[in-house]
């Protein structure tokens, strides 16, 4: 909410420049996928294709919140950690950005960690140090920010039980 407020005092308080922020984190969502795609020997045109038939990608795509700027931050995350050159800086950069998804979006944290788990299969411990470090930086903001605010919709959702939830 803090880089859509930002864009909208930069670029104008509309609702529609709002979601314009989202449409070209998104656009830049899509040439990381090819790049990506290409990469790892998978066809661009189809992977593109792909995620923007998901509902998840062209839902958060349009809306005026960080959806997109989480899955951006995400897969630039994802596109370092996948360098054919593996350097400690980029490691910890790729673990800082998918950090950063996290405290933009929470779900952003199940990318992140299987991006973490994807760096293990390299065989330099430094590397995966370096990211692991980028990622857990975020890791206090992110408790910082849901300590905060856990209260604040207390009648949105009912109290979480385990018992009946693992019963339905």
């Not at 969502?29 to 189809?46: D, E, F, S, W």
């Not at 950069?93 to 992140?112: E, I, K, M, P, Q």
Request: proline share 5%.
């Amino acid at each position: 909410f803090w880089t859509v407020s930002e864009w909208r005092r930069l670029v104008g308080a509309s609702l529609f420049t709002a979601r314009i922020a989202s449409v070209l984190c998104s656009i830049a969502t899509l040439c990381l996928v090819a790049g990506i795609a290409r990469r790892t020997g998978i066809p661009p045109v189809p992977a593109v294709l792909l995620t923007v038939g998901c509902y998840g990608f062209a839902y958060t795509g349009t809306v005026a919140r960080g959806f997109a700027f989480a899955q951006m931050l995400n897969v630039v995350g994802i596109a370092l950690l996948i360098r054919e050159k593996e350097r400690p800086s980029r490691a910890l950069t790729a673990g800082a950005l998918l950090g950063a998804a996290t405290f933009t979006n929470y779900l952003a944290a199940w990318v992140g960690c299987a991006a973490l788990l994807h760096a293990f299969r390299c065989r330099r411990p430094v590397i995966v140090a370096a990211a692991c470090i980028g990622f857990i930086v975020w890791l206090p903001l992110d408790l910082w920010f849901f300590v905060a605010q856990r209260q604040s919709r207390s009648d949105q959702f009912p109290p979480f039980a385990m018992l009946p939830a693992m019963t339905r």
